[in-house]
């Protein structure tokens, strides 16, 4: 497999997360008022935004150290959950971009939509993510529960910006 000739640091799960950090330099500032950074950070509580930026540091930087291997059907079904979710992440933005005055747009679950499906893609990477470069014990259901806990909070703090609504 030409993945094996490749040296291991490039072939870490964080080139998973390239398309999202582009898709996001990109659109980011297509985004609705609400979402914009001035607005989306304002009043929220600091147990909420400090929490969802620790819990985003873990789950943006852990996959540095996973490697990338798509052997198991763990992986694969990994593979293919990340690539449906990144699907409904870019189409949730997308709505809220291009149909901003739907009713979707404008429901709860439209608007929070670009965080909880972020969970998809996530727990894709998790599952494609079976080891460590590093030599310490470690369980993909480890990052499942971080990515788990980072979407909690990102959803709530998406609820809150709703709410302001």
Do not use: D
Not at 31 to 53: C, D, T
Not at 66 to 81: F, V
Not at 125 to 133: A, E, Q, T, V, W
């Amino acid at each position: 497999m030409i993945i094996k000739r490749i040296p291991g640091y490039l072939v870490s799960c964080f080139i998973l997360l390239i398309p999202i950090f582009l898709w996001n330099l990109i659109f980011a500032s297509k985004l609705p008022e609400p979402y914009q950074m001035n607005n989306f950070w304002s009043n929220v509580p600091k147990v909420i935004g400090i929490s969802e930026n620790i819990l985003r540091v873990i789950v943006f930087l852990l996959p540095l150290l996973l490697k990338l291997e798509i052997n198991e059907s763990r992986q694969k079904i990994g593979l293919l959950i990340y690539m449906i979710g990144i699907c409904l992440y870019f189409i949730s933005w997308l709505m809220q971009i291009y149909f901003p005055e739907s009713s979707w747009s404008r429901s709860v679950f439209g608007f929070v939509a670009p965080a909880y499906t972020t969970i998809i893609w996530l727990v894709g990477i998790g599952l494609i993510g079976n080891s460590l470069f590093v030599k310490v014990p470690y369980h993909y259901s480890i990052y499942i529960v971080f990515s788990v806990l980072f979407v909690v909070f990102h959803s709530i703090h998406s609820f809150i910006v709703y709410s302001r609504l």
